[in-house]
């Protein structure tokens, strides 16, 4: 029988794809985070669909992380503070050399590490475990102040939902940062304007999203989250922003469900897992994407 | 305790630089001589005690001990999933410290009445719980907790008690109950704060020809079951004492214990029972309406002594 890794690498060059380049590991995000939900009849598969490119981006071109050595004590912090998106850092991890990509298959599954909300036991290079969401962006601040405190280099990046900021705590971290000025604390949200039940802007309104960051006390810009070039400058920025006393919020407009016609801006696919012919749709789409 | 807790708490950051402190806008006057002496480890996190754990977890894993002090519920039950998933799950080194367990804040009404925290501390895995009695047994507790890694739970009282213990509670056993007082025809089991009127209990059933054993747990969790096992098998009756809801807490563990062992020693359970004190009152005033003051439980012991 076929291999999992065979299955997700085929197409590429003697199946071998070049996970340096972020649209590569952002398809095979998109690839993998449609099998694992389609193997384990999981869900949040739009979230994958969204974030797969902001995550591409942090493992390819900007955290400082060793897939030989994932404690080393310098290393870069990412913490997946939307951990319902789990499957798109497993499969970053995978793929970069942290675990087996064949290990993906276990998602979900019986006595697997690998659960639908990313989780620490057992998978190297995950930082923190997450699910309940407003947690991420505090134990980032946290962390970020230990660095600061230490007078330690390394950063701290925190991937955050939209929806999340709905989140109290949110906002409580969001105030701390500013307060003890974490200029090496980086927040990403991935801007994909719906939730569980409907639109961000039908459930509690966000806008004007980058002016709260700010009235808050951070920099914040927004982007095209699915555009790897204007990530890998937006995080070159936010590198550049130490020293200025302030933490730096990246806004990433993104598409739920980006990739998947049907599975775009439907918020169906929360929760729906994709099986059948939706399933063999799905991935022919994704085929015809291919970098 | 309080002091007891802070006077330690400073000799330890003296010799043990990677210890943090976050208070959540709370202790003005207690923890000024840290503030004056450690200005660059000390953390006011605000009003915003969710952020607050979240950030202790984050801080304890660049290699700190994270002490997280604030008072009554504000540090336990508004933070709660911060605490079970951030702290907990990690294995985070932060200690979770509550001044003014039980009725400490009395007259300031419901919401500053700590009367669930080791109900619900106690639930959550792998989190050690400390309730210490009197001062000198939070001395003994608090280097043993700043020795330990991972999350705890320290429950104080307030300020000023005073000492139960006649010296310093010396060379103490994690997790070991401390016996006060030595007695043989009942036994009263006390957590926390709350030990004065267990000792002042003793004194009333002594008067009436009754000798009553006093014994401290000053860790809840884990609980010194084998203590427990000695009183279930020497006497025929205890009485377990707490500032606390009797539903799930100290009073709780110990009948878990005594349920599984089937022995023939009965028990009672004295604590607030399933209700908010509306009364408003001080700290005695509470304990005496909500009946948990020393001639309350001395009337229990009393009529548990009296049953066939």
């Given amino acids: 029988m076929e291999s999992y890794e065979a299955r997700i690498h085929s197409g590429f060059p003697e199946g071998k794809p070049d996970v340096s380049d972020p649209r590569v590991l952002a398809w095979l995000i998109r690839r993998s985070g449609l099998e694992m939900t389609h193997l384990s009849r999981g869900s949040h598969i739009g979230s994958v669909l969204s974030v797969a490119e902001i995550i591409a981006v942090l493992y390819t071109s900007v955290l400082n992380v060793d897939p030989k050595n994932p404690k080393k004590p310098d290393r870069d912090r990412l913490i997946l503070s939307k951990g319902h998106a789990g499957s798109a850092v497993y499969t970053a991890l995978a793929e970069t050399g942290f675990f087996p990509v064949e290990q993906l298959k276990t998602h979900y599954a019986n006595g697997s590490s690998l659960s639908g909300h990313v989780s620490h036991k057992g998978v190297p290079g995950v930082e923190v475990s997450t699910g309940a969401l407003g947690h991420g962006l505090g134990i980032g601040v946290g962390m970020a102040l230990g660095a600061k405190m230490d007078g330690a280099d390394w950063r701290t990046y925190v991937v955050l939902g939209d929806g999340e900021c709905d989140e109290g705590a949110v906002w409580e971290s969001a105030l701390q940062a500013a307060q003890y000025g974490l200029d090496r604390l980086t927040a990403v949200v991935d801007y994909n304007h719906m939730q569980s039940l409907t639109t961000v802007e039908k459930t509690l309104k966000l806008e004007p999203f980058e002016e709260k960051w700010r009235d808050f006390g951070w920099r914040a810009e927004s982007i095209d989250g699915h555009d790897t070039e204007s990530l890998k400058a937006a995080f070159a920025r936010a590198k550049e922003n130490a020293g200025s006393g302030k933490p730096y919020v990246i806004l990433a407009h993104t598409v739920k469900g980006k990739g998947v016609s049907f599975m775009e801006n439907n918020i169906l696919w929360h929760y729906r897992t994709p099986q059948g012919d939706e399933y063999e749709a799905a991935l022919k789409e994704l085929e015809a994407l291919r970098p | ?308």
Avoid at chain 2, 185 to 192: C, K, P, T
Wanted: proline content about 3%; hydrophobic content about 40%; glycine content about 10%.
């Fill in chain 2, 1 to 308: 305790m309080r002091d007891a807790f802070v006077r330690v708490l400073t000799e330890e950051m003296e010799r043990n630089d990677r210890i943090a402190l976050i208070t959540g806008d709370l202790g003005f006057g207690v923890l000024r001589p840290l503030w004056e002496r450690f200005p660059e480890r000390m953390i006011n996190a605000g009003i915003a005690e969710q952020g607050m754990v979240s950030m202790a977890a984050g801080l304890a894993a660049t290699g700190r001990t994270v002490i997280v002090y604030s008072i009554g519920n504000f540090p336990t039950l508004r933070p709660l999933e911060q605490i079970r998933n951030d702290c907990a799950y990690h294995g985070a080194d932060v200690k979770i410290v509550c001044v003014g367990g039980g009725f400490v804040y009395g007259s300031l009404g419901m919401s500053h009445h700590a009367t669930e925290d080791m109900s619900v501390m106690r639930a959550i895995p792998e989190i050690t719980c400390f309730t210490p009695g009197d001062p000198a047994e939070t001395e003994a507790v608090t280097r043993e907790m700043l020795r330990r890694r991972g999350t705890c739970y320290l429950r104080l009282g307030r300020g000023n008690e005073p000492k139960v213990h006649v010296s310093e509670v010396k060379n103490w056993v994690f997790p070991k109950a401390l016996t006060l007082r030595e007695g043989t025809d009942i036994a009263l089991l006390s957590a926390g704060g709350i030990l004065t009127q267990a000792m002042d209990a003793a004194q009333r059933l002594e008067a009436k020809g009754i000798s009553a054993k006093v014994i401290s747990f000053a860790c809840l969790k884990p609980l010194d079951g084998e203590t427990v096992r000695e009183v279930l098998a020497g006497f025929r009756g205890l009485v377990t004492v707490e500032e606390n809801t009797v539903t799930g807490g100290f009073g709780s563990a110990v009948c878990e214990i005594a349920a599984e062992e089937g022995s023939g020693c009965r028990v009672r359970r004295v604590g607030l029972r399933d209700c908010f004190a509306t009364v408003v009152g001080d700290q005695q005033y509470l304990r005496q309406t909500y009946e948990m003051d020393g001639a309350a439980i001395a009337a229990a012991a009393e009529a548990l002594m009296n049953e066939k």
